[in-house]
């Protein structure tokens, strides 16, 4: 085992619980709590860092200059399944093993997809401050959509979109599927290229990783391609949709609003976003529940103790890292 401090900045970690800082302490590792509640850069990072062989990370910007300043580290516990924030190439040259926590909080995220569709399309925050503004618009302005009967368009169908597929089943949906890397549609639904998504879906949901080939995938061409009064969903990565362009399509009436959990700057500030009151918005947290969270740093935690003991963890992203 190998001794020094594990940095923790994911913001709700038990630093004393018997399943997880508990166990770093009895394996003779030191603690040091710095949460992520703003954005960092990577010298900020680094600062922090400083000669700790660990880290149990929320979504800091790992670049490779982190890697240069900081040496001694070993292994970056990620609490979730994104990795973009971290330069893989940079992290597995400088022996530095990436993993992630996957399976524990799919279905929370699905969960979450779903709740904003349902919003949306039932206007629950616009009929909400309705009445809290004296107004009683009852099938006027504020009439709803149905999500029975609707066309709801996937972009992305790996294990969380499989998931949200299984819950719109229920609803009675025609659910259309854009994924480059499927040969087959998922049971119940139809594989389609993107322009054919677009044209087709009451409901555009993202399910995608953030790649250079999905950075930037939906942007102002792709808004306007979408049917008048469609909504928007993501739950995946901000980066993906253009949110100038995003907001620009729905101050215009083109596109109805939209439900967003993830933003190209987190946390947000300044946003175009912010004034649009059909625009729903929650602060990364579709992955996130008190079962969730108990899972996603049980395994990050075990991921650091496997590493620093010369072990592969089970979630290793570049697991030829360990040497």
């Known amino acids: 085992m190998v001794n020094g401090d594990v940095v923790v900045t994911w913001p709700a970690y038990e630093a004393d619980g018997p399943t997880t800082g508990a166990l770093l302490t009895q394996a003779g590792l030191g603690i040091r709590l710095h949460p992520r509640t703003d954005n960092r850069t990577p010298k900020e990072l680094s600062d922090i860092l400083g000669d700790a062989v660990g880290v149990i990370a929320s979504t800091d910007p790992f670049d490779a200059s982190v890697f240069a300043a900081c040496p001694n580290l ?26 992630t926590t996957p399976g524990a909080n799919g279905e929370a995220v699905a969960d979450h ?107 102002a061409d792709q808004f306007a391609a979408m049917r008048q009064g469609a909504f ?33 700057r987190e946390p947000i500030g300044e946003s175009p976003l912010r004034e649009l009151p059909t625009v729903i918005m929650s602060p990364h947290i579709a992955g996130l529940s008190h079962r969730t969270i108990a899972d996603m740093t049980q395994q990050a935690t075990r991921a650091v103790l496997d590493v620093l003991g010369g072990t592969v963890p089970e979630g290793a992203v570049n697991p030829n890292a360990l040497t």
């Open 232 to 264: 928007v969903v993501n739950v995946s990565r901000g980066g993906i949709i253009d949110e100038s362009a995003l907001a620009d399509s729905i101050r215009s009436g083109h596109l109805a609003g939209a439900g967003l959990d993830t933003f190209g």
């Open 74 to 99: 070993r292994v970056i516990a990620r609490t979730g399944v994104g990795v973009d924030a971290v330069d893989l190439d940079a992290a597995t040259s400088a022996g530095v093993v990436v993993s």
């Open 113 to 219: 997809a779903l709740a904003m569709i349902l919003a949306l399309q039932r206007r629950l925050s616009e009929n909400d401050a309705a009445i809290r503004d004296g107004r009683w618009d009852r099938a006027g302005t504020l009439t709803p959509s149905d999500l029975y009967g609707a066309t709801v368009g996937l972009v992305g169908s790996g294990a969380i979109g499989r998931a949200v597929i299984r819950r719109l089943s229920a609803f009675g949906s025609s659910v259309i599927v854009h994924d480059p890397y499927l040969d087959t549609a998922p049971e119940g639904c139809e594989l389609v290229d993107l322009d054919t998504l677009l044209a087709r879906s009451d409901v555009l949901t993202v399910h995608a990783p953030l790649t250079e080939g999905t950075r930037g995938l939906l942007g």
